[in-house]
């Protein structure tokens, strides 16, 4: 009907180790030397030991069988963080003397993204008018071990790599919150000016609000739940704050491209 469906994506701050310990138990990946990807980084499946080509393993079959083993860049130290690491496809993990640890998106298992937030809505464990991000972790925190039957159900894997400076969208420059905006590029252009007329959260004080947004964006990155015309991605930043508002948004909105005639 002409509108678009606008969510918000950011990067967290977790407590990492570059090294696994008792405490920090939860691997991410980085890019697997048998990922095949096309000239334009899509991803084409695994390239197998006889050189054939073939569909790459889901999330499930990555760490219930362990099969990345030796390809571990980080580790957090509980489960659902690494998962919403994969899905937010950057982090800064804090390390133990207080140094962040910046890591980006290198590439996927090339599987389509499940929303685990809908699989939650569906069983009844979070009520659809309650869904946030906030409330998932505290749903997880007090239901450690559903994260793996709930998390497996979403096939789509991503692997990382050092991105000081970062975090970087998908034509490798900075993304700046509330300008940054990710969207499906077999149907938009990339980089290009556009303009937003929606609602987005806001903090007021001491809670969140919902208020009416207008504002010019840049086309700067894509993200693996964004398919089709009708959704679009706000960059909301880095931390808590982010977080809280990346949670949160998700509104019907215009979104409007700038052409030279």
């Not at 800064?92 to 993204?113: P, Q, V």
């Not at 749903?139 to 400076?165: A, D, I, K, L, M």
Request: charged share 20%; hydrophobic share 35%; proline share 7%.
């Amino acid at each position: 009907n002409g509108t678009v469906y606008f969510t918000g994506y950011y990067s967290p701050i977790f407590e990492g180790r570059k090294r696994p310990d008792a405490t920090f138990r939860y691997p991410l990946y980085r890019l697997p030397p048998d990922l095949i990807k096309d000239a334009e980084g899509q991803t084409l499946g695994r390239r197998t030991p006889d050189g054939r080509t073939a569909t790459y393993w889901t999330r499930q079959e990555i760490e219930e069988q362990r099969l990345l083993e030796v390809h571990e860049i980080a580790w957090l130290k509980d489960p659902f963080e690494a998962y919403v690491v994969t899905v937010q496809s950057s982090t800064k993990l804090r390390m133990a003397d207080g140094s962040l640890y910046e890591l980006g998106y290198a590439g996927n298992n090339g599987h389509d993204y499940a929303s685990v937030g809908q699989r939650l809505v569906d069983d009844g464990a979070i009520a659809r008018d309650q869904l946030s991000l906030q409330a998932m972790l505290a749903y997880f925190n007090s239901h450690p071990e559903q994260v793996e039957p709930y998390c497996w159900q979403n096939p789509r894997f991503v692997f990382f790599q050092e991105t000081p400076g970062g975090p970087f969208g998908s034509i490798n420059v900075p993304v700046t919150p509330f300008r940054s905006l990710a969207t499906d590029k077999s149907v938009f252009p990339r980089a290009c000016l556009a303009f937003i007329d929606t609602q987005l959260p806001m903090v007021s004080g001491n809670s969140v609000r919902t208020v009416p947004y207008a504002g010019f964006v840049l086309d700067q990155d894509t993200g693996g739940a964004i398919r089709a015309a009708g959704r679009s991605d706000i960059y909301m930043g880095v931390g808590a704050t982010a977080e809280a508002l990346a949670g949160r948004t998700g509104a019907e909105g215009g979104l409007y491209y700038l052409f030279v005639r």
